[in-house]
């Protein structure tokens, strides 16, 4: 009975031994550090080894990201009347661009302009927001500059929409609403254009987006080549 209760004693002071070293400030034992700290930096990480300590590098000064080319125009009035009487739609004015134009017109502009641009959209019906203008508005006088730079920029209760859109849908969208503005004025319609080669796009907008760059370096060359191509389907 008494080597019993020695027993007992003695496994209870290596018991309260065991215990008394847990610190719960500290991790406990970590028997595969590796899953809980990882060998490589961390994307966000600070460490001392980095400029600022920052792990996360600036771009190169004077670099820009794919997809993205800088705008010229600054957010001002002088920018706007300076893209306005200068900015031009470097997309040829083709049946397809229009099209492609009324896409994304119809998703992006519609709900407050209007499926015909006269500013009676969905919202403006509903009062949601007020003055917006039909795109024959005698005071504005739209351009293709300007209407490029308020997509941009946005204007007052209008957002700016260079995030949603890529260059090339901008212009596109830009196609369509002097399309619209046409109509709504009753100027003849503008006749549509040859279709350019997509180098000839290129040049002025660069890389709009890898992806459809690749496809379009392809299939687009030469009209005629691309004639061949469809019999060939
Ligand atoms: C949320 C509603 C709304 C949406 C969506 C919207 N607009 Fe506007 N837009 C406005 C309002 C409001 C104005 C008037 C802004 C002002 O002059 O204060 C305006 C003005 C304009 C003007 C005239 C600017 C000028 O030079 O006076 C153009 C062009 C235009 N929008 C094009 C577009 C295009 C293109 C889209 C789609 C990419 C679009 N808007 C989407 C509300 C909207």
């Known amino acids: 009975m ?3 209760f020695k027993r007992y004693l003695l496994l209870f002071i290596i ?3 065991v215990v008394s070293c847990v610190e719960n400030n ?9 899953m809980y700290r990882t060998v490589p930096y961390e994307t966000y990480g600070e460490y001392p080894i980095f400029e600022n300590g920052q792990e996360a590098k600036l771009p190169v000064e ?3 990201s794919r997809g993205w080319m ?10 706007y009347a300076s893209a306005k ?9 083709t049946e397809d661009n229009l099209a492609e134009g009324k896409q994304l017109y119809t998703i992006y502009c519609a709900v407050c302009h209007g499926d015909e641009g006269d500013g009676q959209g969905i919202l403006a019906e509903r009062e949601k927001i007020l003055g917006i203008p039909a795109y024959d508005d005698a005071g504005r006088a739209i351009t293709e500059g300007s209407v490029y730079h308020v997509m ?3 204007l007052n209760n209008m957002g700016s929409y260079a995030s949603q859109t890529s260059i090339e849908e901008r212009w596109l ?6 399309n619209l503005k046409d109509q709504l004025a009753g100027n003849p319609e503008r006749e549509f254009e040859e279709a350019a080669s997509f180098n000839e796009v290129e040049n002025i907008i660069p890389a709009v987006n890898a992806d459809k760059e690749m496809v379009s370096k392809e299939t687009s060359t030469t009209s005629s080549e691309e004639e061949e191509n469809q019999n060939e389907e």
Do not use: F
């Open 2 to 4: 008494k080597s019993l």
């Open 15 to 17: 018991a309260a031994t």
């Open 26 to 34: 500290k991790p406990n034992y970590e028997y595969m550090p590796n």
């Open 62 to 64: 004077g670099t820009v």
């Open 70 to 79: 800088p705008y010229p125009y600054e957010n001002d009035a002088e920018g």
């Open 85 to 93: 009487a200068n900015l031009e739609n470097p997309l040829p004015y």
């Open 152 to 154: 941009y920029y946005g």
């Open 173 to 178: 969208i830009d196609h369509y609403v002097m």
